[in-house]
């Protein structure tokens, strides 16, 4: 699902909503979770998951091309963790168990 399909559901969902207000309230959340971020705080969404930044230290990498070594610089990384009750949801429904099962095989 992309930002415009969301939307589509949530206004469908809201019949007494317009369009462009749903649309305005996802980015206001998207943007939020976003800036909160870029501050290093963590946003948790319960039962849905927790979004957090983890920092990758400087190292030496290597081009894959030449094989020469690169330097990489110090990155944060943005981490999302499922809530309980969202592993619940999708154990339930069966989801990746098709991967899961031609794994085995």
Known sequence: ????ELVLKIAEQNPH???????TL????LDTIADALARGDRVELRGFGAFS?????A???R????GAAVAV???AIPVFKTG????LRLNEAGIGAEEAASAVS
């Open 73 to 75: 610089s110090e990155k």
């Open 17 to 23: 909503l317009y369009q462009r207000d749903v649309e």
């Open 26 to 29: 996802v980015n206001a959340i």
């Open 63 to 66: 081009n894959p091309r030449t």
């Open 84 to 87: 309980k009750e969202m592993r």
């Open 1 to 4: 699902m992309i930002k415009s």
């Open 53 to 57: 930044v983890k920092r990758r230290d």
């Open 59 to 61: 190292r030496r990498g």
